[in-house]
């Protein structure tokens, strides 16, 4: 029968020890990330807007998100937080992405757009614009067809 010595219950006590209390952080900022990181990439002012844009416009109908910014990161941002709302981009100095928003508002696939700042009066929303109390503008294009 062999001895085991006092020292090496004490080392594998620590060992086990240091093991669990590594996998209970790691399952805590793993829980963390999973649960907080979606939330944090998205600034607080957009989580505002998407809650009022999302009471307007119902699901299952597609819309538009018209910007003038000529990167895709603002629209990706939105495609993320109205998720699974399907919103298309327009970006009002790309020609055409122009183009592409008054072919699917024409055919009636388009029917909400929002944005920041003030209308483009190239798009011709007309009446059906109003005003969100975060800054966005919010139109039906149904009415102003």
Do not use: N, Y
């Not at 020890?17 to 996998?23: M, P, Q, Y």
């Not at 793993?30 to 998407?50: C, H, K, M, S, Y």
């Not at 998100?65 to 993320?80: K, L, N, P, S």
Request: glycine share 8%; aromatic share 8%; hydrophobic share 45%.
């Amino acid at each position: 029968m062999t001895r085991v010595s006092p020292r090496s219950i004490l080392l594998a006590a620590f060992v086990a020890a240091g093991l669990a209390g590594g996998f209970a952080e790691k399952a805590f900022d793993l829980r963390r990330a999973f649960r907080d990181a979606p939330e944090t990439t998205i600034p607080v002012e957009v989580r505002v807007g998407a809650r009022e844009v999302a009471r307007a416009w119902p699901p299952g109908a597609a819309g538009a998100f018209v910007t003038d910014d000529v990167t895709w990161e603002a629209c990706g941002i939105w495609q993320r937080v109205l998720h699974p709302r399907a919103v298309m981009c327009c970006r009002t100095p790309d020609p055409g992405t122009v183009e592409l928003f008054r072919t699917v508002r024409a055919d009636g696939r388009v029917q909400w757009a929002f944005g920041k700042g003030t209308p483009p009066a190239t798009l011709e929303l007309g009446p059906a614009v109003r005003r969100l109390p975060s800054g966005l503008w919010f139109a039906d294009l149904r009415r102003s067809r």
